[in-house]
């Protein structure tokens, strides 16, 4: 009776990523696709990004890349969604030591793409996992729904003690790129990258790895156009936007993020160890970091998935905390921060404790 009023927190078991074979230096990009406007070379050269992974579109006759139809654009959302969370699941897998039977809820979040049915059914389908196990997909949310999904899926294995969740970030972001030469398309253009990533949760049982103790969120509803996936009437395609104040407008809201997430914790932030924030670009990298009082230190991670992948969209934060993992750094008793943000304009949260 007790454990049905206070269950217990869930854990992070695994995780695992995957990204395409192929990757691109920024230098890559503007020379394939002959991209020669000052301004379009500034943004590219100046965001911090050395590589991405990428499905960039075949060439033509001419050798210049193919303009894809919105058709063609969603079979490369299905297609290499589904290749790149099967080989981040299989690797979550592997890292805590589960089979793919073990699985009791299948959580999938994607931004770039529709389908019906999505990928949770077609994973199940591909890679015969089991037909009862629970499933959710969360669509088009952005890049902060992975803690919008990481949520439900600690509340299911708290649930559900000793049984294993499983949320999948699958962001095939070249599935969602228009090139119209335009400045506003070419911001999203040299920012986010192809790669998907897998966590695993269990409460109770043999469960290792920290605790997730709880989540907050923010809506900024202000700034609910800033950041938006469109319908491009010229083009006959979905176009992301991000407005230019984003940084500004997620700066200004991370301290009330993070005091909302802390409250009644007895917790203050100088307690916090460990800090895993969204790579969404550099400005909102440094955004966070002045109105938090962070140091570069704090944000590493963050920074250097930006560096080596671009923006993972809803999956980013896991690709940090992966990278905190392997350094083996962290001691019993430490807590962390998880932060994302996007479209909303949102700020989610989640606090762990090791």
Request: hydrophobic residues 40%; aromatic residues 6%.
């Amino acid at each position: 009776m007790s454990e049905a009023l206070n269950p217990p927190p869930p854990r992070l078991t695994g995780l695992g990523t995957a990204n395409p074979a192929t990757s691109y230096t920024q230098e890559d990009v503007l020379r394939i696709f002959g991209i020669t406007d000052p301004r379009v070379v500034s943004l590219f050269l100046n965001s911090h990004i050395e590589r991405r992974y990428l499905h960039l579109p075949p060439l033509d006759a001419d050798g210049v890349p193919r303009i894809e139809t919105q058709g063609e654009l969603l079979r490369k959302h299905r297609a290499d969604g589904i290749e790149l969370a099967a080989h981040a699941l299989e690797s979550c897998l592997k890292d805590m030591g589960a089979d793919p039977a073990d699985i009791g809820h299948l959580c999938c979040v994607t931004s770039t793409g529709l389908l019906t049915p999505g990928f949770s059914a077609l994973l199940i389908q591909e890679l015969g996992l089991p037909v009862t196990c629970g499933r959710l997909d969360v669509v088009g949310m952005g890049c902060n729904a992975g803690l919008n999904g990481l949520n439900v899926s600690a509340a299911w294995a708290s649930r559900n003690p000793g049984r294993l969740a499983v949320m999948i970030c699958v962001e095939a972001c070249s599935a969602a790129y228009v090139f119209d030469g335009t400045l506003r398309t070419a911001v999203v253009n040299g920012l986010f990258g192809d790669g998907a990533a897998a966590v695993g949760l269990m409460a109770g049982g043999p469960a290792q790895g920290p605790e997730v103790l709880r989540f907050t969120s923010r809506i900024i509803p202000e700034a609910i156009e800033a950041m938006r996936y469109d319908w491009d009437e010229d083009h006959g395609k979905f176009s992301f936007y991000i407005d230019r104040d984003v940084p500004y407008v997620v700066g200004a809201h991370a301290e009330e993020a993070v005091g909302n997430l802390l409250r009644d914790t007895g917790l203050r932030r100088s307690d916090i160890s460990q800090w895993i924030v969204h790579s969404g670009g550099k400005k909102v990298i440094d955004a966070v970091k002045i109105n938090l009082g962070l140091a570069a230190h704090d944000l590493r991670h963050t920074s250097s998935v930006l560096r080596d992948y671009g923006n993972l969209s809803s999956g980013s934060f896991l690709f940090s905390l992966q990278r905190l993992t392997a350094e083996d750094v962290t001691r019993p008793g430490d807590h962390g921060v998880l932060m994302t943000m996007g479209p909303g304009s949102t700020i989610e949260t989640a606090l762990l404790k090791w």
